[in-house]
């Protein structure tokens, strides 16, 4: 899986829009970029994929740059409860929507949203 | 709700002891799941890959008769960390990837992690 760089901190206030951004240069064609979340103590919680297009869920939109080596994380009304480790991740994903193998987490974004 | 159970969420023991964690798929059959340890503000370390009716891979530096692995069903797999020492202690932290062409297809899903402590 292709490297990621991420600032190690941000802060942001609550309400405002979070943006949170990631480095992928040497991502592969058939890399998707993924984004986990980790509240103390708790494990990962999935946030959003995409490959190419940019993706909008109930927590989060992901835009990817058109060369996809960087993407940034939008959450767009931050709240206390958003302050956690975010992870960018890069991995493939097989045909039929199969994944392959494990990820491999960097030292991820440490988010703060103060009031 | 949580799709990936792990139990205990914490666990002491003393010294010298093996200590179990079990991780379940509650919802979807895993063919294969990951263990993770995490050291205090320190990012998640991919311990093993456990694959249902095989032996558990290791990653480098990972000792396999410190940290047993069983994946005996397609909902459960199993870490013992035996005799267990003060250094073990951390959280640990598994992941299970659904079954391909079943429910939660490829997906990979957290347990919530076990804090073990060895005094």
Partial sequence: DAKTTQPPSMDCAEGRAANLPCNHSTISGNEYVYWYRQIHSQGPQYIIHGLKNNETNEMASLIITEDRKSSTLILPHATLRDTAVYYCIVRVIGAGGTSYGKLTFGQGTILTVHP | ?119
């Avoid at chain 2, 798929?25 to 895993?30: I, M, P, T, V, W």
């Avoid at chain 2, 340890?37 to 456990?50: E, G, I, N, Y």
Wanted: glycine share 8%; hydrophobic share 35%; proline share 3%.
């Fill in chain 2, 1 to 119: 709700g949580a799709v990936v159970s792990q139990h205990p969420s914490r666990v002491i023991c003393k010294s010298g002891t093996s200590v179990k964690i079990e991780c379940r798929s509650l919802d979807f059959q895993a063919t294969t799941m990951f263990w993770y340890r995490q050291f205090p503000k320190k990012s998640l370390m991919l311990m093993a890959t456990s694959n249902e009716g095989s032996k558990a891979t290791y990653e480098q530096g990972v000792e396999k008769d410190k940290f047993l692995i069983n994946h005996a069903s397609l909902t459960l797999s199993t870490l013992t960390v035996t005799s267990a020492q003060p250094e073990d202690s951390s959280f640990y932290i598994c992941s299970a990837r659904g079954q391909a062409g079943g429910r939660r297809t490829g997906e990979l899903f957290f347990g919530e992690g076990s804090r073990l402590t060895v005094l």
